[in-house]
């Protein structure tokens, strides 16, 4: 069974530019989370979503972030204008159903660096 | 925050040893998970145990939950350098549903 797909693995931005982050779920997954995990910190939630609907994005700075799942699939987080507080790992994970018991399964990240 | 401050931060051990590390909650939770990460890659899970287990056990994993303390430990036995990681507990906040983690605590096993 494949894991969870995050691309690009890296990447580095100058201050204002924008980036974006794809994820590719476990087949059958209808949870999706993106969680942000600052140098030396735990991830912290970002926004998760079942199927195609955003269940809570709370987290999400909304003048700069965003995400979609549009299909209830794959899923594109994008930061408009980056800053250097951005500079993190966005972590992409999946499950199936949602609630304490559900089993996560995590992405390798995606290592942003920001100018 | 879900999380209290008692989780340690680092530990450095021996292959071979025994280690514990502990994580408190401070909101009501049913359940606990524990993940444990390694460098470049994302969080793995371990165990997840629920408040009618007191303790669980997976292969030199065990891990227990103490609701009245509102606590959980993971004890890893005759550690191997491949253990060398970063463990995290994790658990839903009260309404919520999404995992919230700790800070974690930095184990390395040195062979």
């Known amino acids: 069974e494949a894991g969870v797909t995050q691309s690009p693995r890296y990447a580095v931005l100058q201050e204002g530019q924008a980036v974006s982050f794809w994820c590719d779920p476990i087949s059958g997954h209808d949870t999706l989370y993106w969680y942000q995990q600052p140098r030396d910190q735990g991830p912290q939630l970002l926004v998760y979503?079942?199927?195609?609907?955003?269940?809570?994005n709370s987290q999400l700075p909304s003048d700069r972030f965003s995400a979609v799942r549009p299909k209830g699939t794959n899923s594109t987080l994008k930061i408009q204008s980056a800053k250097q507080g951005d500079t993190a790992t966005y972590l992409c994970?999946?499950?199936?159903?949602?609630?304490?018991?559900?089993?996560?399964?995590f992405g390798s990240g995606t290592r942003l660096l920001v100018i | 925050s879900q999380w209290g401050e008692e989780n340690l931060q680092a530990l450095s051990i021996q292959e071979g040893e025994d280690v514990t590390m502990n994580c408190s909650y401070k909101t009501y939770t049913t359940v606990v998970q524990w993940y444990r990460q390694k460098s470049g890659k994302g969080p793995a899970q371990l165990i997840l145990i629920r408040s009618n287990e007191r303790e669980k056990r997976s292969g030199r994993l065990r891990a227990t939950l103490d609701t009245s303390s509102q606590s959980s430990s993971l004890s890893i036995t005759g550690t191997l350098a491949t253990d060398t990681a970063v463990y995290f507990c994790a658990t839903p906040p009260q309404g919520g549903r999404a995992l919230i983690f700790g800070t974690g605590t930095t184990v390395s096993v040195s062979p």
């Open positions: 994970a999946s499950s199936l159903g949602t609630g304490a018991n559900s089993d996560y399964t």
């Open positions: 979503f079942r199927d195609e609907a955003v269940i809570d």
